[in-house]
């Protein structure tokens, strides 16, 4: 099929208005891709040859949860045709790919190469919203390193602030308070390390640390009363392990109806099948 310049820009805008549309909504769009497919001859038992026909393949497979299939389809795009009109969306979908099959640094990497090949693209607040959830999908338990709730924290707040007027705004705004509640309990659960290990000052130091720094967290009561104790001089109680949280990562969801968020969020795709 031979596309006219003006008819390469419209094919362009509406391939990337839906991208757009599925990464945002996290619908399926199965039917209105097939139906665009045949609409622009790319139906049923065509080979995609063209730049166009492989972007058209690869959303159909990335709207059906078929995310490894689609990759593919975006990465030779990519490295056939740099410079076609369909490459800019194949680089935002190669990292949403690998993002969904949770290979996380991998889809980061990609999220980062396109805010810096394209920084004013409109695209930006979303892809700055996924590399704070490429963070956030990483963080372990409480007794664990903190390092990906902090840069979770860190890239949150970053699209935050970069973009306030945002739809991620929201969401990531109570990201932020899930990450920080998991912070507060690893320094909860380094404070009771230290007292397992009569190692009093230290533990003291943690928990001012924790009040002072997550005065919102959801385990400042016990964190304040072993403090007080601490400060006691009299020693903590020998059962000191009621104090030992139960709990590792807080489910973001638990924040939500203080947002007004759905469950899911708007960048999650949640209850799309893994490939």
């Known amino acids: ?21 599925t990464a945002a909504t996290g619908l399926s769009g199965c039917a209105t891709l097939d139906t665009m497919l045949g609409w622009v001859g790319f139906g049923e038992g065509s080979t995609p040859e063209t730049p166009e026909a492989l972007a058209m393949e690869g959303m159909n497979d990335f709207n059906r949860g078929k995310y490894s ?13 740099p410079f076609s009109e369909v490459a800019l969306l194949a680089e935002l979908k190669a990292a949403d790919s ?30 700055l919203f996924q590399i704070g959830m490429c963070y956030y999908g990483q963080i372990g338990t409480y007794d664990r390193d903190p390092g990906s709730a902090m840069n979770a924290v860190q890239a949150f707040g970053r699209l935050n602030r970069s973009y306030p007027q945002s739809p991620y705004f929201v969401e990531a705004s109570a990201r932020i308070r899930a990450a920080r509640d998991f912070l507060a309990q690893h320094e909860f659960y ?34 304040t009363d072993l403090l007080a104790q601490l400060k006691s001089g009299k020693g903590v109680e020998k059962t ?12 973001w969801q638990s924040f939500s109806s203080a947002f007004g968020i759905l469950p899911g969020g708007s960048g999650s795709g949640s209850g799309a099948p893994k490939e």
């Open 98 to 127: 690998n993002y969904h099959m949770e290979k996380f640094s991998e889809a980061k990497t990609l999220y980062e190469e396109f805010e810096a090949n394209h920084p004013t693209n409109e695209a930006v607040p979303y892809v």
């Open 69 to 81: 299939a689609a990759l593919k389809r975006f990465v030779e795009i990519k490295d056939r045709f």
């Open 190 to 223: 380094v404070a009771t390390f230290y007292v397992r290990s009569d190692e009093d000052k230290q533990a003291q130091g943690r928990l001012e640390y924790l009040l002072a720094n997550f005065p919102e967290a959801s385990i400042k009561p016990q964190a």
């Open 1 to 21: 099929m031979i596309f006219s310049k003006q008819n390469r820009r419209f094919f362009r805008a509406c391939v990337l208005a839906l991208a757009m549309m």
């Open 240 to 251: 000191w392990r009621r104090f030992v949280p139960t709990v590792s990562l807080p489910d």
